[in-house]
């Protein structure tokens, strides 16, 4: 957090009150709406309860500890430096922040506001103390190492997915990501829910016309564009596949087509490159919407438009 300089200004005194900050790494990994009642349940019963002091304000985020410019943080620590309130509690170090450096900065600033920072898990720890202190950085250094351990499992299971014939990420337009229960006999390698992608049967048919008009070999990359366009269909984000000005002047979206044909989900294989998988090594589980062969002679087609755009250009 860069904060201006405050060098000759006297912070007021702080009112009496409680700042709840509440934070949850993201809506992949977890529901933050449990997370939150868990982390609200541990700081109530460890301080509100037996607090007469008000509570000032609840600052919620929803966003990795490692970016200091979360939105509530921040707001967080302006109303400090306006002395709003004079405790902040947050269920233990690592919801405060991941970075130690950023984290343990922050601390120092509002305790030289005169607001102290409490930890619900460790109810008598005041990070300002010297022997605490030593206590909340080493806090800090293994939610630091558990998150690069996450990072290493996580690569690892993507991996493996892969190298098993499974999508990982979201799935290109066409396709939808789903989940569901996995069957009893599959647990122990999988996990009790499993993730797959399958063809999306309001859009799947999109692509496959893509397709067929680009193996005409007679169509550029801009006139597949135009024909989808005069069609109604539009990507997935509800963008039409033409731009078309005010004036009347026209773009079309020839990017997200090209990415398109060069994706080789769309022919049922697993590509990686941070993996080394190569095209046609691993088969995809999922139902391609193009074959193999067709995909390979779309990709011919467009080397050809690319060499014809080459020669004109020179």
């Not at 400090?80 to 601390?107: M, N, P, Q, W, Y």
Request: proline share 6%; aromatic share 8%; with cysteine.
């Amino acid at each position: 957090m860069t904060a201006p300089n405050r060098k000759n200004q006297v912070p007021p005194p702080p009112k009496p009150g409680w700042a709840i900050y509440l934070r949850t790494s993201g809506d992949e990994n977890q529901k933050p709406e449990l997370s939150r009642e868990r982390q609200r349940t541990m700081i109530q019963m460890s301080f509100l309860e037996s607090s007469d002091l008000p509570i000032y304000d609840e600052y919620i985020d929803v966003l990795t500890g490692k970016d200091p410019r979360r939105k509530a943080y921040q707001r967080m620590l302006s109303d400090a430096r306006a002395g709003k309130f004079s405790h902040v509690v947050v269920e233990r170090a690592d919801r405060f922040g991941r970075d130690d450096t950023e984290a343990l900065r922050a601390i120092d600033e509002l305790n030289a506001c005169g607001i102290a920072v409490r930890f619900a898990n460790a109810p008598d720890l005041a990070p300002i103390d010297p022997d605490d202190r030593v206590l909340v950085t080493l806090t800090f250094v293994l939610a630091r190492r558990e998150s690069a351990l996450m990072g290493i499992r996580v690569k690892g299971g993507l991996k493996a997915k892969r190298q098993s014939g499974g999508y990982a990420g979201r799935a290109p337009d066409g396709y939808l990501n789903m989940r569901g229960q996995t069957e009893l006999d599959q647990r122990s390698e999988m996990g009790r829910i499993s993730y797959w992608i399958e063809p999306d049967p309001t859009r799947a048919h999109i692509w496959k016309e893509a397709w067929a008009l680009l193996l005409t070999g007679t169509l550029s990359v801009g006139e597949i564009a135009e024909a989808l366009h005069a069609k109604g269909y539009c990507a997935r984000n509800g963008k039409p596949f033409v731009i078309v000005g005010k004036t009347g002047t026209r773009r079309p979206l020839t990017d997200k087509l090209l990415r398109a044909f060069h994706d080789w989900t769309y022919a049922g294989w697993v590509v990686s490159e941070c993996d080394n998988i190569a095209p046609k090594t691993i088969r995809g589980k999922w139902e391609p919407l193009v074959s193999t062969e067709d995909f390979e002679t779309g990709l011919a087609i467009l080397q050809r438009l690319l060499n014809e755009s080459d020669e004109q250009a020179s």
